[in-house]
């Protein structure tokens, strides 16, 4: 039941410079503006959903951003 989630953690890895995770019972959020990739780089990491019973469910994932690029990046 995703309205019983009350947090989400990065738990591993990294978020691109300048984005951050943010959420409530509704949604996860990754936001923000790319600084700092001079290259293509892909980014990989884990973010865990904690619910108001302290269950948790990990999940990973990975943003690739790609310099001089329109469009912005890949989320997977």
């Known amino acids: 039941d995703s309205t019983a989630v009350s ?17 409530d019972s509704s949604i996860g959020t990754i936001s923000g503006t790319e600084s700092g990739a001079t290259s293509t780089t892909t980014y990989s990491f884990t973010i865990r959903a904690t619910d108001n019973e302290s269950q948790t469910t990990d999940r990973a994932f990975s943003i690739t951003v790609s310099t001089g690029a329109s469009g912005g990046g890949q989320f997977n």
């Open 7 to 23: 947090t989400y953690t990065l738990v591993s890895g990294s978020l691109p410079g300048g984005f951050t995770l943010s959420g």
